[in-house]
């Protein structure tokens, strides 16, 4: 696909070499990340880093990637502080937002919100999540993260067998990356979840029909053998119009250290899009494993700055000269980074 000037609104936008040339551009964004070096390639753009439902990492990481390569953020955190709650229409916003705006990034709670935004604006949006929908940067974010925990392994994407855990009816985060995977070869996805909250059928009938594995179950500890991977998911309570039968699975599917070692090999990647719930009635995935070499969370955090300094880049097409305004970083810094 030509990046410049595109929207980013679903990961079945991507072809397998579109993909490579994220991860490609990724890389090279390291010493930015990492704080070693300075670029003003964005100098004078401005962010407009919209978010109509609750987050953290995704936001402030979009944010920083943007800071990153010079550019500038002006955010909409609530829909309170919106003329949304004027009754302003998706269209009249993303008609104003996107003259103030090189770049957007928009979050909001309901399916095809952001594709609707997209269409009426002026300058490129991405999907920062829509609804239960889909998260691309996110898919993004995680197939890489994946392709560096399991090169460290000596394992590839193609051929790796995957769990995915929880809430997989809600989870915007597992509705993407398995549509993701759908472009690698011979994934094995073991999907376990309640009965109730199992993946869209329409999304595991695409996996099958691409020669892909899919097992889904409700039983975790069978489940969790022989995977490269384990992916786990919160109980996505907000999605639930009955928020008490959120209760009923809070807790149900969780990953501690003595479930860890009993079932899984010893080399499987840990991972959660995050948050995860650490209340104790649902703790998906519990404190003990916080030292495991093989807990990718914060590792996954960190290379999303990556993979959304790479999206900038190549939406504005200045992939290619990040580094011609670079510098030495000007402040005392300590390496955090793995
Ligand atoms: C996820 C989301 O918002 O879909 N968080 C994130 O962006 N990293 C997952 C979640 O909220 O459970």
């Known amino acids: 696909m030509d990046f410049r000037g595109a929207h980013i609104i679903s990961v079945k936008q991507f072809e397998r070499a579109d993909v490579d040339q994220v991860f490609q551009v990724a890389d090279n964004m390291e010493p930015y990340a990492h704080r070693e070096k300075v670029s003003k390639v964005l100098d004078g753009a401005i962010l407009g880093n919209m978010f109509f439902e609750p987050s953290t990492r995704t936001r402030v990481s979009f944010g920083c990637a943007f800071n990153l390569l010079g550019g500038d953020v ?41 594709a609707e935004f997209a269409k009426a604006s002026r300058v490129p949006v991405i999907n920062g999540g829509d609804g239960p929908n889909e998260h691309p940067s996110q898919a993004l974010l995680d197939l890489y993260t994946i392709k560096k925990e399991l090169h460290s392994r000596q394992r590839a994407i193609d051929g790796m067998h995957i769990a995915m855990v929880g809430d997989l009816k809600h989870g915007r985060t597992v509705h993407s990356l398995s549509q993701l995977l759908f472009l690698y070869k011979d994934i094995k996805f073991t999907l376990i979840s309640p009965e109730e909250l199992r993946m869209p059928t329409e999304i595991v009938a695409e996996l099958k029909a691409a020669g892909h594995v899919v097992i889904e179950t409700d039983d975790m500890e069978t489940g969790l053998h022989d995977n490269d991977t384990v992916y786990l998911t919160r109980i996505q309570e907000e999605r639930f119009t009955n928020k008490l039968e959120a209760d009923i699975y809070r807790g149900r599917f969780r990953l501690n250290q003595a479930i860890y070692t009993r079932n899984c090999q010893p080399n499987t990647v840990i991972m959660h899009p995050l948050p995860r719930d650490s209340r104790e009635d649902a703790n998906e995935l519990d404190n003990d494993l916080n030292q495991h070499p093989n807990l990718a969370i914060f590792r996954q955090t960190d290379n999303g700055v990556l993979v959304r300094m790479a999206l900038f880049a190549l939406i504005l097409d200045v992939a290619d000269k990040v580094d011609l305004s670079a510098k030495p970083v000007g402040w005392y810094t300590e390496s955090r980074f793995e």
């Open 74 to 114: 002006r955010e909409t955190t609530d829909v309170k502080t919106s003329s949304i709650t004027k009754g302003e229409s998706l269209y009249d916003t993303a008609r104003v937002i996107s003259g103030y705006s090189d770049v957007i990034v928009m979050r909001h709670p309901q399916v095809g919100s952001v």
